[in-house]
């Protein structure tokens, strides 16, 4: 298991993806060899070629970002053996399909003469054969993490909850500690192994590696001592809000204190990087732009042969420091949509949604105009999502630190909407707000390009909207 933007990741989807990548290189050299197994020269000709590594590359890159965007890399999905094969097929013939095209447009990258053909089916057999002995060695080799929660309350429940769904990470909860230590109470189904006060004992009986204290008042109640021992021989100590924020990749706001907030990592601002944020926003919705304009025009013409009202609709929005803005959309309702009752969340299947617009909105082509909005610098390509003024007045009463949303630009994209399904009530706004904290904690370039990534797979996939 390994930290990655300070959410815990299982080691071993790096591990396919690396195996994965050398593979599909194997299997293309193989089928050179194979389709010239009669002139070995030739073959040894074919692969010193300065065009068949960037032929290859192009190749592995393209595979293994169909495995990505088919969810084959997302160990906590628990796929059965059956549905993963086909995941596979499935992927390798998108690979197909999109590397046909790009051959089509720029024929001197294709593997000729047979060896993409023969290529493709041994990188099947492989990636298939791979994955099932990988999971056999997996399970023999992979190291365990020995977990004893410190608490019974709530907290430690929640905790007991997540470490359970993520199967994927290799941490087998031992139990609680605390409360009153009967060893024949169970929470969550894990035994409760004894009080605070035989932490140590405890820790060593079940040979653990990790305790995650989870006690909501810990005043004269908290083992110091044993845990400092304990710490200084190797095991590793967490507080709950730092472990449940790295398993589920928010920031839980029913564990966390004003302190967490204070000490803990994270939340890093820099000038040099907001500065160069800011220029790849600016080129990027440039490009943007340009490259989705014959779009915008068709979806333009549609959105005004449809119903009466204006083509891009403009809606009031709460920006960076509070500062308010006009944010640009296609618009996907009728035009009288809230005439009647005021502002309102859209909701599922919402009959305010015209045809086209629920289109629009399940491939978020309504929100491409939001990218003159990154332009003039009120957004960024991510970032939270601008809510609506009369909703932020409200769910700045009821929900504790929202307001820190806004010091960063809102994006056209954001952790909360690639994490989370559309919200459409304030225990929704309370749970993506949990994720938009997560994201200032660890806001950095390389996860605003991860987020991007995530962003495409939901779009081409539909998911998420409304």
Same mark, same amino acid.
């Given at each position: 298991m390994i930290r990655v933007f300070n959410q815990y990741v299982s080691a071993k989807s790096f591990l396919l993806m690396a195996v994965e990548a050398l593979l599909?290189?194997?299997?293309?050299?193989?089928?050179?060899?194979?389709?010239?197994?009669?002139?070995?020269?030739?073959?040894?000709?074919?692969?010193?070629?300065?065009d068949f590594a960037v032929q290859a590359a192009i190749v592995v890159f393209v595979c293994v970002a169909c495995f990505y965007y088919n969810d084959l890399y997302d160990l906590s999905t628990g796929h059965s053996a059956v549905e993963r094969v086909l995941r596979v097929e499935q992927s390798l013939g998108a690979a197909s399909l999109l590397l046909g095209l790009l051959y089509f447009m720029f024929p001197s990258l294709l593997l000729g003469r047979g060896v993409f053909i023969i290529g493709m089916a041994l990188v099947t057999?492989?990636?298939i054969l791979s994955r099932k002995l990988l999971d056999k060695a997996w399970q023999l080799t992979a190291p365990i993490q020995r977990v004893v929660i410190l608490g019974t309350g709530q907290l430690a429940l929640e905790l007991a909850r997540e470490l359970t769904r993520r199967g994927d990470l290799s941490m087998k *909860?031992? +139990?609680?500690? !605390?409360?009153?230590?009967? %060893?024949?109470? &169970?929470?969550?189904? #894990?035994?409760?192994?004894?009080?605070?006060?035989?932490?140590?004992?405890?820790?060593?009986?079940?040979?653990?590696?990790?305790?995650?204290?989870?006690?909501?008042?810990?005043?004269?109640?908290?083992?110091?001592?044993?845990?400092?021992?304990?710490?200084?021989?190797?095991?590793?100590?967490?507080?709950?809000?730092?472990? *449940?924020? +790295?398993?589920? !990749?928010?920031?839980?706001? %029913?564990?966390? &204190?004003?302190?967490? #907030?204070?000490?803990?990592?994270?939340?890093?601002?820099?000038?040099?990087?907001?500065?160069?944020?800011?220029?790849?926003?600016?080129?990027?919705?440039?490009?943007?732009?340009?490259?989705?304009?014959?779009?915008?025009?068709?979806?333009?013409?549609?959105?005004?042969?449809?119903?009466?009202?204006?083509?891009?609709?403009?809606?009031?929005r709460v920006g960076r420091m509070g500062k308010c803005f006009e944010v640009l959309k296609f618009r996907s309702m009728s035009d009288d949509a809230e005439k009647a009752n005021g502002a309102q969340w859209a909701k599922e299947n919402d009959p305010r949604v015209t045809r086209i617009g629920r289109f629009l909105r399940k491939y978020r082509l309504d929100e491409l105009p939001q990218f003159v909005n990154v332009i003039r610098g009120e957004m960024s390509f991510v970032g939270p999502r601008p809510e609506r003024p009369f909703f932020v007045e409200e769910l700045r009463k009821t929900i504790p630190y929202y307001d820190e949303r806004h010091s960063v630009r809102p994006g056209l994209t954001g952790w909360a909407q690639v994490q989370y399904a559309y919200g459409s009530s304030?225990?929704?706004?309370?749970?993506?707000?949990?994720?938009?904290?997560?994201?200032?904690?660890?806001?950095?370039?390389?996860?605003?390009?991860?987020i991007i990534f995530q962003t495409i797979r939901i779009v081409l996939g539909a998911r998420g909207s409304r």
């Amino acid at each position: 298991m390994i930290r990655v933007f300070n959410q815990y990741v299982s080691a071993k989807s790096f591990l396919l993806m690396a195996v994965e990548a050398l593979l599909i290189v194997l299997s293309l050299i193989c089928a050179v060899k194979l389709r010239f197994w009669n002139n070995p020269t030739e073959a040894l000709f074919y692969l010193a070629l300065p065009d068949f590594a960037v032929q290859a590359a192009i190749v592995v890159f393209v595979c293994v970002a169909c495995f990505y965007y088919n969810d084959l890399y997302d160990l906590s999905t628990g796929h059965s053996a059956v549905e993963r094969v086909l995941r596979v097929e499935q992927s390798l013939g998108a690979a197909s399909l999109l590397l046909g095209l790009l051959y089509f447009m720029f024929p001197s990258l294709l593997l000729g003469r047979g060896v993409f053909i023969i290529g493709m089916a041994l990188v099947t057999a492989l990636v298939i054969l791979s994955r099932k002995l990988l999971d056999k060695a997996w399970q023999l080799t992979a190291p365990i993490q020995r977990v004893v929660i410190l608490g019974t309350g709530q907290l430690a429940l929640e905790l007991a909850r997540e470490l359970t769904r993520r199967g994927d990470l290799s941490m087998k *909860l031992e +139990g609680f500690v !605390g409360g009153a230590g009967s %060893r024949d109470e &169970k929470i969550f189904g #894990f035994p409760v192994l004894g009080p605070t006060s035989e932490m140590e004992a405890i820790a060593k009986e079940r040979a653990v590696s990790r305790i995650i204290v989870a006690m909501e008042d810990r005043r004269g109640t908290l083992p110091t001592r044993e845990l400092v021992t304990l710490r200084v021989q190797g095991v590793r100590v967490e507080d709950a809000a730092s472990a *449940l924020s +790295g398993l589920t !990749g928010r920031v839980s706001l %029913r564990a966390v &204190k004003p302190s967490w #907030f204070v000490f803990s990592e994270g939340f890093h601002r820099s000038k040099w990087i907001d500065l160069l944020k800011r220029a790849l926003d600016l080129a990027a919705g440039v490009i943007g732009l340009a490259a989705s304009m014959p779009i915008m025009i068709m979806v333009g013409l549609v959105v005004r042969l449809e119903s009466k009202g204006p083509i891009i609709f403009r809606q009031t929005r709460v920006g960076r420091m509070g500062k308010c803005f006009e944010v640009l959309k296609f618009r996907s309702m009728s035009d009288d949509a809230e005439k009647a009752n005021g502002a309102q969340w859209a909701k599922e299947n919402d009959p305010r949604v015209t045809r086209i617009g629920r289109f629009l909105r399940k491939y978020r082509l309504d929100e491409l105009p939001q990218f003159v909005n990154v332009i003039r610098g009120e957004m960024s390509f991510v970032g939270p999502r601008p809510e609506r003024p009369f909703f932020v007045e409200e769910l700045r009463k009821t929900i504790p630190y929202y307001d820190e949303r806004h010091s960063v630009r809102p994006g056209l994209t954001g952790w909360a909407q690639v994490q989370y399904a559309y919200g459409s009530s304030i225990e929704d706004a309370f749970n993506k707000l949990e994720y938009d904290l997560f994201y200032l904690q660890n806001m950095s370039l390389t996860f605003d390009l991860a987020i991007i990534f995530q962003t495409i797979r939901i779009v081409l996939g539909a998911r998420g909207s409304r």
